[in-house]
């Protein structure tokens, strides 16, 4: 069992930027894939970005891609999603995910999930 806990969220303006977080419980976080999915109001969960289990294979959205990174420590059992020139298309809850799979963009494909972290971004 993976317990996820997103932090870091708020209100930021467009070109800023915003550091999520989330941290697992339990001893086998460097096992997991990590990823990042988002729900806007009123649209589906979308694929934001996805980190292999020891960090050396990345995957990104396009429409984040070359804004956002996504980074983990596993001796911090952390999972970190770096947010520059956010817009305000961006605003959504953003949620963070594991998974055994390797690097998917499909969200049935993660096992576990954190409770969620709104990100507002003001024009």
């Known amino acids: 069992q993976v317990q996820l806990v997103e932090s870091g969220g708020g209100l930021v303006q467009a070109g800023g930027s915003l550091r999520l977080s989330c941290a697992a419980s339990g001893r086998t976080f460097s096992t997991y894939t990590m990823a990042w999915f988002r729900r806007a109001a009123g649209k589906e969960r979308e694929f934001v970005a996805a980190?292999?289990?020891?960090?050396?294979?990345?995957s990104y959205a396009d429409s984040v891609k070359g804004r956002f990174t996504i980074s983990r420590d596993n001796a911090k059992n952390t999972v970190y999603l770096q947010m520059n020139s956010p817009k305000p298309e961006d605003t959504a809850v953003y949620y963070c995910?594991?998974?055994?799979?390797?690097?998917?963009?499909?969200?049935?494909?993660?096992?576990?999930w954190g409770q969620g972290t709104q990100v507002t971004v003001s024009s």
């Open positions: 995910a594991a998974g055994v799979a390797g690097v998917q963009r499909t969200p049935g494909l993660y096992r576990y």
């Open positions: 980190i292999s289990a020891k960090g050396g294979s990345t």
